[in-house]
Nanobody
Framework: QVQLVESGGGLVQAGDSLRLPCAAS????????MGWFRQGPGKEREFVAA??????????YYADSVKGRFTISRDNAKNTVYLQMNSLKLEDTAVYYC???????????????????WGQGTQVTVSS
């Protein structure tokens, strides 16, 4: 019964910032890896960022194209993962998807096929 809902998308200008929340719900939710992917028109879905937690240790992963500009974080009390996007560029325009891996087996965070649950997507459009 895992459900992911992302929001916060919209139309912004180059150089602006935007924060996308992804709220996870369901009593069966037990994922320890969550990520963000994006997909532009006519393009493959690509990895953006991921967060992995095990005990008190947390790992962060970023695509080279967003490293230094985007930050992924989590709020366990709210079961929410955030994607903070700064210094947005025109090439960041895409539909952004939140995803979560299953708890039984975790594959590489970089590939969409390793994620069991997906949100509906939220549109981010960056204009000049």
């Amino acid at each position: 019964q895992v459900q992911l809902v992302e929001s916060g998308g919209g139309l912004v200008q180059a150089g602006d910032s935007l924060r996308l929340p992804c709220a996870a719900s369901g009593r069966s939710f037990s994922s320890f890896v969550m990520g963000w992917f994006r997909q532009g028109p006519g393009k493959e879905r690509e990895f953006v960022a991921a967060i992995k937690w095990s005990g008190i240790t947390t790992y962060y992963y970023y695509a080279d194209s967003v490293k230094g500009r985007f930050t992924i974080s989590r709020d366990n009390a709210k079961n929410t993962v955030y994607l903070q996007m700064n210094s947005l560029k025109l090439e960041d325009t895409a539909v952004y998807y939140c995803a979560a891996q299953g708890s039984s087996y975790s594959g590489s965070v970089y590939y969409p096929a390793n994620y069991a649950y997906w949100g509906q997507g939220t549109q981010v459009t960056v204009s000049s």
